[in-house]
């Protein structure tokens, strides 16, 4: 454009130097020609070159964003290009880097288009979405982490709680945490704990104790509800690094719950402000955390239960070993006897069976063992039914006595009384066996252990003794090394064989009779070793058919000593069979008659060796007494003066011994007949005695009675052991009968998978039995209740062994939730091993309801009105929002602060208010409150006193309502 006006304008330059040189006519001619040349030139640039142009600057203009000059045309579209091209280079530049992942990526462009807009938004978007995944990533990330970390610490309470807070103050960047458990002893506040704290990567040692109500902390146990600040006091916590000392910007304080339980609470502080997904993650993990502490304490209750069950059960089986092994060596010893040892033995194990059984039952109840309690100076202020069940008293007779008083300690512990007092109260555990007399006078024994308990300072305040019966046991003992010094010195042979006649044993006695050792003995039959030219074959044939039949035999034999000269033995062979009825082996004893034989007197011989094991008492034919031995004058009480020459019925009850069967009774004893039986029998003080035995006549040479001879053993305490436990079976189901009448009751395998179900819990839920037998628990839950981590570590505790009590959860057949609250308690089998799990539980749906009914009328009414909470001392405890707001202070502000703190007028105070507060009454006046800024407004405001389960003001409720 400009070359093309530039030779215009030399073409009009030319025709006005040549002027002077032409005509004036030819002048204007050439003159009127280039103007008609330079206006049909400019209309042909116009239309051929400078609109397109015009439309290309105009859209360069647009694409540079409007800063292109507009002086020169062709020099601006230069511009207006090269700032394109500078623009789709630096967003090239701004696309790679966000590629790269540089989301941070500042555009450096100077135009505002919108190619540059988009991009911006779109790095923004990407920003976004990438915060927002990383918080994801963060939380999931965490989650797993607790919870291999609750698993890991399952078991280890001691490391569970720095292990935790250590992890999490790492995880949420925090400064310094701690974890409180909250601790409730028996007579004392409950208070808050520090049990595990962490801060700068080191774990810190300080001990605290915060009582509920007691600050942040305090309140919030209280309240059951996250407390979180970031307008901290400057006094509140210090968090020292080695650069100094500082104020962290927030406090967070949460609640550990479960099941609406207050478990302890966590405290975090930060240098930083934590966000909201935060929060929540640690709101949730506070559940987890709780559920475990819930668990270390009843694992560690259950635990010592445990612990003292098995310790007694080792004392208990270690005294059954005992009596296995006297029992042995009476058989040995008391051929003659052995059938009816046998049937003590079976009826012993029987006893023992049900016993086991009745104590994995019991586990449950706490009705196994007798229960006392002493002071510290050693006086009895608790006993529990079963102890005085056992000695007859009551409570309140014994109750105040010293505990020297009610037991006398085993002579053989060489430690005196004192000295076994001041271990009790250096707080170490002792166990003994002690003998009590019971109102009645009759001895009994128990085997007990004595332990301290300590309150929350560590002193002993009250010993506790867990006594056992073990008066049966001990009296075998006692006859039993009796027996066993009898069978080690006797001079009677004593030969064991096996089913098939071979010796196994043979005593000293044998061994002094025929000569021959224990060794030369095993592995020979009897009748090789000793049997003769001159011994009698028809006797040998009765004992060999005895033998193969499997009865038991006497017979008189002649055998012959190792040196050859014979002698005569009485000889008694009984076969021993086990607990399975199979026949086990052989026991005879031999007895060297010689001189019996010749003197006539194997009766009197008979008598002295089983005088020394039986009670044994002679009688007439009329039933004088003649003679008794020292263990008959025992159990009857009297001595041997005092009997001799009194009736039988001296020993029986007057319309016992005035019946006709008691007649009948002696008519067929002086006819010959032998009368085994157990029979009751009363002692010298009026007690009554029972007694297994055999009346047996003893013949003259006419074959006619002229004496009886008992042969008796005292079975009184198996008598009143078989008594107690049918009795005991029975208060046993009409106990189960009850609790199934009034309890829903599940019962489940180890796997988790319902065995059985009564009737209340199927009657509530709308299942059939069919519906439920044989699948597993998860039927009746929800899927979130059923993948909750403290499910499954309720499981793994209870196939452990360990109680679990709490609420429950579940879904009736419609799907409609259901509460219940109750116990899963594990059922044990003889060996102590978990079979089945039992779910005993009472449905509180309703209650569940109207509790939550109740929360949401109360958190709708908080919203409406202003409420204050206060001490029974008028003192502040909470408020609500609406207060706070109106009041413009802050909760920690108010600690300690009376209610005429926000009064106009103080004066009234104890007259109108207080008085009343103080009577406990429900009342309602005028206040006018002033807020902060020094705002006055009058309320009406009334006033409600909460009293406890002791019926005690705990605190008073305060509603207002502006007028």
Not at 337 to 360: F, G, P, S, Y
Not at 546 to 556: K, L, M, N
Not at 740 to 765: C, K, M, P
Request: charged share 25%; glycine share 8%.
């Amino acid at each position: 454009m400009g070359a093309i006006t530039a030779t215009l304008c030399l073409a009009t330059g030319i025709a006005l130097l040549v002027t002077p040189l032409v005509s004036p006519a030819l002048l204007a001619s050439a003159t009127l020609s280039a103007g008609l040349l330079q206006i049909s030139a400019g209309v042909l640039l116009r239309k051929r070159i400078f609109r397109p142009l015009d439309r290309l600057l105009r859209t360069a203009d647009q694409l540079s964003g409007g800063h292109s000059p507009s002086a020169d045309q062709v020099g601006g579209l230069s511009d207006a290009l090269r700032e394109v091209a500078n623009e789709v280079r630096e967003a090239t530049r701004f696309a790679v880097s966000i590629g790269n992942g540089n989301l941070e990526a500042h555009f450096a462009g100077t135009q505002d288009n919108a190619l540059r807009a988009a991009l911006v938004e779109m790095r923004d978007k990407l920003r976004s979405l990438a915060e927002e995944e990383k918080r994801r990533l963060w939380q999931t990330n965490g989650q797993a982490r607790f919870s291999d970390l609750l698993r890991q610490h399952l078991n280890q309470p001691d490391t569970f709680g720095f292990a935790i807070v250590k992890q999490l103050v790492n995880h949420l960047g925090c400064n310094q945490g701690g974890l409180y458990v909250l601790q409730q002893p028996a007579g004392e506040a409950p208070y808050l704990e520090l049990t595990a704290g962490y801060a700068f990567e080191r774990q810190k040692y300080q001990q605290r104790r915060i009582l509920v109500g007691e600050g942040l902390l305090g309140q919030c146990i209280r309240e059951k509800d996250t407390i979180y600040l970031t307008d901290v006091p400057a006094d509140y916590v210090r968090i020292t690094s080695g650069l100094g000392q500082a104020t962290p910007r927030c406090i967070l304080i949460v609640p550990l719950k479960v099941n609406d339980a207050v478990q302890g609470a966590l405290e975090l502080a930060c240098f930083h402000p934590l966000q909201p997904y935060q929060v929540a993650f640690v709101e949730s993990l506070a559940e987890s955390i709780a559920a475990s502490l819930a668990g270390f304490e009843t694992n560690r209750g259950v635990n010592r239960l445990l612990q003292e069950s098995r310790e007694l059960n080792q004392r208990l089986q270690l005294q059954e070993g005992e009596t296995q092994q006297n029992l042995v060596e009476l058989q040995r010893t008391q051929a003659e006897m052995q059938q009816n040892v046998q049937m003590l033995q079976v009826t012993q194990d029987e006893m023992r069976h049900k016993q086991v059984e009745l104590t994995a039952l019991f586990n449950s109840i706490n009705a196994t063992l007798g229960t006392l309690e002493f002071d510290p100076e050693g006086h009895l202020f608790h006993a529990n039914d079963l102890f005085l069940d056992l000695v007859g008293y009551q409570l309140a007779e014994i109750r105040g006595r010293e505990h020297r008083s009610l037991f006398e300690r085993n002579p053989a512990t060489n430690a005196s009384y004192a000295d076994f007092w001041q271990r009790l109260l250096a707080k170490e555990s002792v166990s003994d066996e002690y003998r009590v007399v019971t109102r009645d006078q009759t001895e009994m024994w128990f085997s007990a252990s004595c332990t301290p308990a300590l309150d929350a300072n560590g002193h002993v305040y009250k010993i506790i003794m867990l006594a056992q019966d073990i008066t049966e046991g001990k009296k075998e003992r006692l006859e039993f090394q009796k027996l066993s010094l009898v069978a080690d010195n006797t001079h009677n042979s004593v030969v064991i064989t096996g089913p098939a006649g071979r010796i196994e044993f043979v005593n000293r006695g044998f061994a002094q009779t025929t000569g021959y050792t224990l060794a030369e003995c095993i592995g020979q039959k009897p009748g090789t070793l000793l049997q003769g030219p001159d011994t009698d074959q028809a006797t040998v044939a009765r004992i060999r058919q005895a033998v193969q039949t499997r009865t038991p035999i006497y017979e008189e034999i002649l055998n012959y000593h190792k040196d050859g000269h014979s002698y005569w033995t009485s000889l008694s062979i009984n076969p021993v069979f086990d607990q399975g009825g199979t026949m086990d082996k052989f026991i005879s004893v031999q007895t060297d008659i010689t001189e019996t034989k010749k003197n006539a007197l194997d009766h009197a011989c008979k008598l002295r060796a089983i005088s020394e094991s039986n009670a044994i008492v002679e009688f007439d034919t009329e039933g004088r007494i003649l003679e008794a031995n020292p263990n008959f004058l025992d159990i009857v009480g009297y001595r041997k003066e005092e009997l001799i020459g009194q009736h039988h019925r001296l020993l029986m009850e007057t319309e016992e011994g005035d019946s006709a069967e008691y007649r009948t009774f002696w008519q067929l004893l002086n006819q010959g007949e032998i009368i085994r039986d157990e029979f009751r029998r009363v002692t010298k003080s009026g007690g009554e005695v029972w007694l297994r035995g055999t009346y047996n006549p003893i013949f003259d040479l006419n074959g006619k009675p002229y004496k009886i001879i008992e042969f008796a053993v005292d079975i009184t305490e198996e008598k009143r052991l078989r008594l107690a436990t049918r009795k005991q079976e029975f208060e046993l189901r009409e106990y189960l009968k009850a609790i199934n009448l009034t309890i829903a009751s599940v019962e489940f395998d180890l796997d988790g998978r319902i065995s059985e179900v009564n009737q209340i819990f199927l009657g509530v839920s709308g299942y059939a039995r069919e519906d439920l037998v044989g699948k597993p628990e998860s039927v009746l839950l929800s899927e979130e209740e059923h993948r909750k981590p403290q499910h499954g570590m309720m499981w793994e505790n209870l196939k452990q062994g360990r109680l679990f009590s709490g609420e429950f959860k579940i879904r009736d057949r419609n799907g409609k939730e259901l509460w219940l609250k109750g116990t899963y308690n594990p059922i044990f089998d003889p060996d102590g091993n978990p079979v089945k799990i039992t779910m005993l539980a009472q449905f509180t749906t309703d209650e569940k309801e109207r509790e939550m009914e109740l929360s949401g009328v109360i958190g709708a009414l908080k919203k409406a009105v202003l409420m204050l909470e206060l001490n029974p001392d008028a003192t502040f405890r909470n408020a609500n929002q609406n207060f706070f707001d109106f009041a413009g202070y802050k909760r920690i502000e108010l600690r300690n602060k009376e209610l005429g703190f926000f009064l106009a007028d103080n004066e009234s105070f104890d007259r109108s208010i207080r008085q009343p507060m103080n009577r406990g009454e429900a009342f309602e006046t005028r206040l006018d409150l002033t807020a902060a800024s020094g705002r006055i407004v009058a309320f009406r405001a009334g006033f409600n006193p909460l009293t406890n389960l002791e019926g005690k003001i705990h605190k008073v409720v305060v509603v207002l309502t502006e007028e």
